[in-house]
């Protein structure tokens, strides 16, 4: 837990200019602060019943405060980057890779109540603001999700997804955080 909070702090401080700025930045940034709350609930829902309270508790706060949900279920690896993290709504069965960045209004979910299936959001993807991606669905590594994308087919490594529904457009450039400074 604490490698992964470590590298979502890095992930929010990456673009000031020197080191102390950066830790104030991440420190104040609503990113990195619901990145926390989604790693302390996800530990405290492994623990007994009080933990689960707590857990739930905790999680209703910050989806109150920040105006998002993410589940403590959900799988999330190191690196979860939130710039704008208001409104981005992460179901309990979805899986995100290492790296990846998420802005505002994202959707990731179930299709359909009562179905399983969630999507899988690879390392390195980039998910622009209002996407939506639902079902059993793979986003592949260095993906990129246009904005207000809806993407219900599977998306390649390395390529493009636009529209509505979304379509593979191309591959993309090998990008570098700096590209998405926010």
């Known amino acids: 837990m604490f490698f992964a909070i470590k590298e979502d702090f890095k992930k929010h401080m990456f673009n000031s200019k020197s080191t102390l700025n950066g830790i104030f930045v991440a420190l104040l940034a609503p990113g990195f602060w619901v990145c926390l709350n989604y790693r302390i609930s996800s530990a405290l829902l492994k623990m007994p019943v009080a933990g689960k309270v707590i857990s739930l ?3 209703f706060t910050f989806s109150a405060v920040w105006g998002c949900y993410i589940s403590p279920r ?3 690896g190191p690196g979860l980057c939130l710039p704008h993290p208001i409104g981005i709504v992460i ?7 290492h790296d990846v960045r998420i802005y505002q209004h994202v959707t ?6 009562g179905t399983a299936s969630y999507p899988i959001v690879n390392d390195q993807a980039v998910l622009f603001s209002g996407a939506v991606i639902v079902g059993n669905i793979e986003v592949g590594k260095g993906a990129v999700i246009g904005a207000n994308a809806v993407v219900l087919k599977s998306v ?3 390529h493009s997804a636009v529209g509505n529904p979304a379509r593979v457009v191309g591959k993309t450039s090998k990008a570098s955080d700096q590209d998405f400074a926010a």
């Open 57 to 59: 508790c905790l999680n």
């Open 156 to 158: 390649p490594e390395g």
């Open 108 to 113: 990731l979910g179930s299709a359909r109540r």
């Open 74 to 76: 959900a799988h999330i």
């Open 91 to 97: 179901g309990m069965g979805v899986r995100i890779g």
